[in-house]
């Protein structure tokens, strides 16, 4: 009995030794083929015997050869599960205690129990239509994080000074994406957003709105409020 256990301890073993040496094998070809590209991670894939390749902003596929690359979505055809977004989900999150609050306008709600944090661009209108969705959810604080894409709205980094500069930044800044009423203080305070552009660089955030569960879960676009509701719930419980 102790030997046919040594065995199967051995022949595990073994198995696991393959895998790795599997996996380290086709990161070095991938590695080869791509020059410069850093290569974060190599590991095997749950559908397909493909290999997940992870890269600084990048997920794709490979077979063992490394003779083709694979980028898209794998699909699980029995439950029609998106792994790959999943997958990606996950390398995404944050960590949500280690975000920098005091850069952000802190709104509470009645007992302020489930949190998000919100990156938002004054002129962006999904952001302004996620915030009529927020007006509806209650029990929840919600950090805004000013983040104007100069890009798309050349006047929103104005906007997003005067209201960090403003007296009640709540109140401004609900005045301003629920109501349509421009800041009417000076923009000639310090502010954070400069910080906050360079955050949002290094989490990859490329849009507005993006919002951050307390879990972590990191979610781009407008959300309806019963789907907000349910996924603040799921988050809250996530981290007891």
């Known amino acids: 009995m102790l030997q046919k256990l040594i065995a199967i301890l051995l022949s595990t073993f073994l198995l696991a030794a393959c895998v790795h040496a599997d996996e380290a094998s086709v ?6 083929r791509l020059g410069d ?16 390749v992870v890269t600084e902003n990048d997920l794709f596929y490979t077979d063992a050869n490394v003779s083709f690359f694979f980028v898209g979505n794998l699909i699980d055809a ?43 661009d004054p002129d962006c209108p999904y952001c302004k239509g996620l915030e ?20 798309l709205h050349p006047d929103a980094n104005n906007k997003a000074k005067a209201v960090w500069c403003s007296k009640d930044r709540s109140k401004t800044w ?11 203080g000076k923009a000639d305070c310090d502010t954070p957003i400069e910080k906050i552009a360079q955050l949002g660089r290094t989490l990859h ?10 879990d ?19 988050a809250d419980k996530a981290g007891k």
């Open 205 to 214: 955030f490329t849009g507005t709105p993006t919002i951050v569960f307390a």
């Open 27 to 32: 990161k070095k070809a991938v590695e080869a």
């Open 78 to 120: 029995k439950t029609l599960h998106n792994v790959t977004a999943d997958r990606i989900s996950d390398m995404r999150r944050v960590h949500f205690d280690k975000l920098p609050f005091d850069w952000a306008i802190k709104t509470v709600k009645g007992n302020g129990k489930r949190q998000l944090a919100l990156f938002s």
């Open 37 to 52: 590209t850093k290569i974060k991670s190599v590991r095997k894939a749950p559908l397909g015997g493909l290999y997940e």
């Open 216 to 234: 972590g879960h990191v979610v781009p676009g407008m959300i309806p409020a019963d789907k907000l509701e349910k996924m603040l719930d799921a």
């Open 174 to 184: 609900n005045d301003l994406m629920l109501n349509g009423t421009p800041p009417s």
């Open 132 to 151: 009529k969705e927020l007006a509806k959810v209650t029990n929840v604080t919600v950090y805004t994080f000013l983040f104007p894409i100069a890009s």
